[in-house]
């Protein structure tokens, strides 16, 4: 979208936005900003880069993005027209309207624990 082509690692998007083919399965080309954009750094990725991905997002549309960095166990929450947000630890983090759902940075970070028996599913 807008010229660039983005595939953050993990998308949501209201399935209001979604167009359904004569066979009602998903278009393919779906070509707009998700309304939920989730980046997860990797050790071989500049932040930069991934930051400037999810504010190209919220230019076009987005309603949330979150870098989550597993090396300092943060979510670096961006909003449009505000300044971004680092949650850690138990600090909920932000979720789109559409979502009932309530999550802190250290619930995401539990689900990389290998063998960690106390996770619960959402």
């Keep these: 979208f807008a010229g660039r082509s983005i595939v953050p690692d ?3 998007v209201a399935w209001s ?5 004569a ?13 939920w954009t989730i980046e997860i750094l990797s050790p071989d990725q500049k932040a930069t880069r991934v930051i400037d991905n999810i504010l190209h997002c919220l230019r076009h549309g987005c309603k ?3 870098m989550i960095d597993p090396d300092d166990y943060s979510v670096l929450v961006f909003m449009p027209q505000q300044e971004p947000v680092i949650c850690r630890g138990d600090r909920p983090l932000p979720v789109i309207q559409l979502i009932d759902l309530t999550l802190t940075a250290a619930q995401v970070f539990s689900w990389l ?10």
């Design 10 to 12: 993990v998308a949501v």
């Design 17 to 21: 936005r979604i167009r359904i083919n």
């Design 23 to 35: 066979s009602g399965e998903p278009e393919d080309d779906f070509t707009d900003a998700p309304d």
């Design 64 to 66: 949330l993005g979150w």
């Design 113 to 122: 624990q290998v063998g960690n028996q106390s996770v619960e599913p959402l």
